[in-house]
Structure formats: C-alpha cells, structure tokens
C-alpha cells in the first residue's frame, strides 16, 4: 500500500540547489520502486528568500514549514549578502526556523566509511570504524540567551552575549541523548565547562539526575577544552556526546574533519515528540553553500543524501531504507568514484549528476 509522506524542500543559497536535485532523483526511485510517495513543497531561505521577498524567513515558508512532516534544507548563506544588517543575513532565516519549529536537539554523526578512511587528516587507525554520534543543544544557551548586543557605556563600545540554561531545556536534550546511547553502544559523555561556568555547572547536575533514569548507559564528564583535545588524539573513545548549544556547534565542526571532508556529513534537528510520537524535524547537511563552486556540478551531493536517510530513520520510522541509501553510499565509495571535495590518487573523479545517478544504480542493483 502506497504511503504518503509531506516534505518541505529548501534548496536555499549556493550549492543547495544542485545537491537537492539529486535528493529528489531518490525520492523519484522510492516513489517507483519501494512503492513510497513523497508530497513535496518547495520554499525559499536564506539569500535567495532575501532576494525574492528581502527576508531570509517568510511568514508563508514557515507556515509551510510547520504544516510538513519534515523539512530537508540544503544550504544557506554567501558573500553575496554579507553586508547586510545582522537581522536579516541569510543565517538569521535558519535560526529562526529552527526556533519556531522547536528544534532544540542537534543530531550530528561522525562517520569514516572504509573507502574514505585516507581522507582524513588523521592517522589510519585513529580514524577507521570511527562512529560518533553528538547531540548539540539547538535553541538555547549563549546564541539565544538576553540581553545581547553592542552599546556603548562611558565611550566605550561593548559586545556582550548571555548563557543562560534552564534546567527543563537541559533535561530534553539530556533525554534524547540517553535514547540515543541506549539504541548504540550506551555510552554517553556530556561536555561543559563546569569548572568556569554556573551554567553548566546546572547543566552537569541536570545530566546527572536523568541518568538515575538509564541505568545501563555508562555516563562520563568533560571539560569542553579537554574534548576537543580527545576528539582528535582518541576520537574512538566516545559513542554518544552531548553538550550545549555553542559548544556542539564548535565540537561537531572538529569530528566532522576526522572523516575527512564536510561534504560527507548530514544531520538532523528535531523538536519534542507530540501524543502520537511525532515530532518536528529539519535535516540538512554540515556543509556550506560553498558559493565559489556553485552551479558547476562538481558539489558533492552525498551528505544531502544521507541527510534524506536520515529523515527516513527519524522521521518516517523506515530504518530498512535509510540503511539501504546508507549501503548504495558506501557501495559507490567503495568503487572508486570521488568528486573533487574527496577525491584521492587511483580514483575516479566525477560530477554532481554523475554521483547521483551512480547512486540512483547502487540502489537499483540493492533492491
């Protein structure tokens, strides 16, 4: 029996266009072949909303959505608008809309496939069977938090920004993280930096209490500093990671460069699960708009990809065909075809199309 599924596409600004192309050519396949229709909208975010309606959010694309069953973005921003006032830079379009939707848990995996593992920067057996999954709170701390801004005081200009938890705030996120620890390897380590900060000083004891909870996750603490250091001498040692809004952002940059390049990586944002489990969610990869190769078929399409596997897990509980995409990826690693971001000796470099019809194979020769 065909199923229904309703999809928010914002390409948004740079390469997004020509990487969400490549999405829809999936969802095309499993609409013919694994029997799944998607009900897609599209909308615009970031530059290319400014551009159209001189607001990187409208009213009309958040409407749109909040009515989805979910929300795949490809990328936002470029030099192109950044001289514009702060409140309406192509960025503010995306926090906004993880805001309304209340997307407050960040799920950013690290992962080398084998293929790949001569990309990264690392040595060879630090890196291999890298798996890592970090949860970055999304919708509060220091990026939220008033008062903020630049004045003047005496004649002299200060900038100041305010961190600021509540304990409700840490508990969800907390929550997710432990859920997730329990479907992995029920391993949980929770970064702050509670010798400095009251924060997260609370944010400590808050993680601490919703561990009574879980019992069989193995929960350990760390000091933002010393992660960061660990991420990159024993980036193994960790399975589930969970920590605050500023710090995920600057912690899954890190892992996301263990793996060897940006371009591969997706994620997810979700909100609270509502009475009948769903929940709110956007994915969209790690990457940028990278505006320097945009519309010259050479961006890698496969972290967008992935993100729509993604969405299949989190969203439409079809774990069976997000693995499956997951396979058909390292199925086209595996055979040697690059493009340029992740492109290595012996191999063979191709273009946007070319990876995604490569794909579109791999998936046919699964199924």
């Known amino acids: 029996m065909s199923t ?26 499993m609409a013919k072949k694994r029997n799944v229709n998607f009900e897609i909208t599209e909308g615009l975010i970031g530059g290319a909303s400014i551009d159209a309606h001189n607001n990187p959010l409208t009213d009309e694309t958040l409407a749109d959505a909040m009515a ?35 997307l407050f848990a960040n799920l950013r995996p690290a992962l080398v496939f084998d293929a790949l593992v001569g990309a990264s920067t690392l040595k060879e057996d630090v890196v291999k069977g890298l798996d890592i999954m970090i949860l970055r709170e999304l919708t509060g701390g220091i990026y939220f938090g008033q008062p903020r801004g630049i004045e003047e005081r005496d004649g002299v200009r200060f900038g100041f920004n305010t961190l600021v938890y509540s304990e409700p705030e840490v508990e969800r996120i907390a929550r997710v ?55 990159v001498r024993n980036p193994k040692q960790f399975d589930v990671m969970v920590t605050t809004n500023m710090f995920g952002d600057i912690l899954s940059d890190c892992a996301a460069m263990l793996t060897g390049s940006l371009g591969m990586l997706p994620s997810a944002s979700l909100g609270a699960a509502d009475k009948n489990g769903a929940r709110k969610a956007l994915y969209e990869p790690v990457h940028g708009s990278a505006p320097d190769i945009a519309g010259q078929d050479i961006a890698n399409p496969l972290a967008t990809i992935l993100s729509f596997a993604m969405m299949l897990r989190y969203s439409f509980d079809m774990g069976d065909d997000a693995t499956m995409i997951e396979t058909a990826v390292q199925n086209v690693l595996k055979g040697g075809l690059r493009t340029a971001d992740i492109m290595q000796p012996g191999m063979a470099k191709v273009s946007t199309t070319v990876m995604g019809e490569s794909l579109i194979n791999e998936l046919d020769k699964i199924a």
């Open 177 to 231: 993280a432990f859920d997730m620890a329990m479907k992995r390897n029920k391993r949980l380590c929770s970064v702050d930096k509670a010798n400095v900060l009251e924060s997260t000083v609370l944010w400590r004891e808050v993680v601490e209490r919703v561990a009574t909870d879980f019992p069989e996750v193995e929960v350990s603490h760390m000091y933002v500093d010393n992660a960061s250091m660990q991420l």
């Open 4 to 29: 229904t599924k309703k999809v928010l596409m914002l390409p948004g600004d740079g390469i997004g266009p020509e990487v969400m192309r490549q999405v829809l050519r999936v969802m095309d396949w």
């Open 68 to 102: 989805a069953d979910a929300v795949l973005l490809g990328a936002v921003g470029g030099p192109k608008w950044d001289n514009l006032p702060f409140e309406i830079k192509p960025e503010r379009g995306l926090l906004k809309i993880r805001k309304e939707m209340g």
